[in-house]
C-alpha cells in the first residue's frame, strides 16, 4: 500500500539557520509529490510540487525540494529560516489519475527560535 | 485566485444532531474531498466527489455522508454527531491529479 513518511514530528531551528524536512513515500511508480504548510487553525497552502523533469522543485517563501527516486524521497529545505516559517509542514503524494487522490505523511512542526 | 470557502469555522454542536459542512470552490475543478484533520494522525480522507452526483469513500467514511449536487458544492453530513466526531474538517478541491486547494477548515464540537 502506498504510504508517506514523515519521520520528525517536531523540529526546532533558530532563526537564521538552516532547514531541512524530510519526506520518504512508498509507492511503486513515480508519484506526483507535494509540499503543504498549515499555519495555525488555517487550510493548507501548497509550496511546491513535483510531477516530472527537474528533480530541484523551487516554491514559494523561499523553499526548494529535491526528488531523488534512488531514496524515495522529497526532503524540504530552506537556506534562513525566518520566525514566521512556523507552522506545521505535511508532505503527499499524489496517485496520477484523475481523482487526484492524496496520501498525506503525518505532519511535522516546526519551532522557530528567536 | 482559486478560492475554496467553507461555510463556518467554528461549530458546536449536541450529540446526536445532524450537522452539515458545506464547501464552495469557483475554479470549476471536478474534484472535491473531505479531510479529517487530528493531532498526531495528520490528514485522513473521508469522503471525495469526482464528478456531480459521484462520490467514493476514503479511508475513514463511517458515520458521515455526502452529497455534491452541483459542481461547485460538496457537503459533508454527520447523521447523528457523536464526540468522537469533534475534529478539524478541511475540504479542497483539484483538476483531476494536480493541485489540491484546501478550505480554511472548520473546527467542530460535539457536546
Known amino acids: 500500500a502506498q504510504s508517506v513518511t514523515q519521520p520528525d514530528i517536531h523540529i526546532t531551528v533558530s532563526e537564521g539557520a538552516s532547514l531541512e524536512l524530510r519526506c520518504n513515500y512508498s509507492?511503486?511508480?513515480?508519484?506526483?509529490l507535494f509540499w503543504y504548510v498549515q499555519s495555525p487553525g488555517q487550510g493548507l497552502q501548497l509550496l511546491l510540487k513535483y510531477f516530472s523533469g527537474d528533480t530541484l522543485v523551487q516554491g514559494i517563501k523561499g523553499f526548494e525540494a529535491e526528488f531523488k527516486r534512488s531514496q524515495s524521497s522529497f526532503n524540504l529545505r530552506k537556506p534562513s529560516v525566518h520566525w514566521s516559517d512556523a507552522a506545521e509542514y505535511f508532505c503527499?503524494?499524489?496517485?496520477?489519475?484523475?481523482?487526484?487522490?492524496?496520501?498525506f505523511g503525518q505532519g511535522t512542526t516546526l519551532q522557530v527560535k528567536p | 485566485d482559486v478560492k475554496v470557502t467553507q461555510s463556518s469555522r467554528y461549530l458546536v454542536k449536541r450529540t446526536g444532531e445532524k450537522v452539515f459542512l458545506e464547501c464552495v470552490q469557483d475554479m470549476d475543478h471536478e474534484n472535491m474531498f473531505w479531510y479529517r484533520q487530528d493531532p498526531g494522525l495528520g490528514l485522513r480522507l473521508i469522503y471525495f466527489?469526482?464528478?456531480?452526483?459521484?462520490?467514493e469513500k476514503g479511508d475513514i467514511p463511517e458515520g458521515y455522508s455526502v452529497s455534491r449536487e452541483k459542481k461547485e458544492r460538496f457537503s459533508l453530513i454527520l447523521e447523528s454527531a457523536s464526540t468522537n466526531q469533534t475534529s478539524m474538517y478541511l475540504c479542497?478541491?483539484?483538476?483531476?491529479?494536480?493541485?489540491?486547494?484546501f478550505g480554511p477548515g472548520t473546527r467542530l464540537l460535539v457536546l
Open positions: 466527489s469526482y464528478d456531480v452526483k459521484m462520490k
Open positions: 479542497a478541491s483539484s483538476f483531476r491529479a494536480e493541485t489540491q486547494y
Open positions: 509507492y511503486g511508480a513515480t508519484p506526483y
Open positions: 503527499a503524494v499524489g496517485l496520477p489519475s484523475n481523482t487526484g487522490k492524496l496520501i
